[in-house]
């Protein structure tokens, strides 16, 4: 890879991890993204939006969409600055457009999305063959 003007290319690194689709997956999950970010030394100012946002995205993958679900998490930084990739893929909705679940309670659910917008930097939803990918990435400064 060419270096150009002086800027250096980064460091990437990846943690991959299937989410059960069992209660209590979210916080084991989570414990273990924690681990993993103060491993690769990420930005503090960043780690608990990025627990929050990894909290936020994997509900949604239990709550409204069909397993399997996974977790792509990916570090471009050094020195704890960087941009951290959150990525959920799941194998699609649960339910048809338009059906809602009636066990879920409307007060109880659907701001997951407003707190991913509000936390990361960019934002957004892949649909494939595969299912729905949804990421965020939040950028330590």
Sequence with gaps: M???LGILPRETVE???PLPPVPGAVAAVRRRV???LAGWKVAADIV???LLV???LLTNAIVHALPPAELRLSWAGGDGRGT???EVTDAGPALVPGQSRADID???HGRGELIVQALATR??????SGGVTRWADLVAT
């Design 15 to 17: 943690h991959v991890c």
């Design 106 to 108: 409307p007060d109880e």
């Design 54 to 56: 990894v909290s936020e």
């Design 84 to 86: 951290l990739r959150v």
């Design 2 to 4: 060419a270096v150009q």
């Design 123 to 128: 934002h957004g939803k892949r649909v494939h």
């Design 34 to 36: 924690g681990a993993v």
């Design 48 to 50: 608990d939006d990025s």
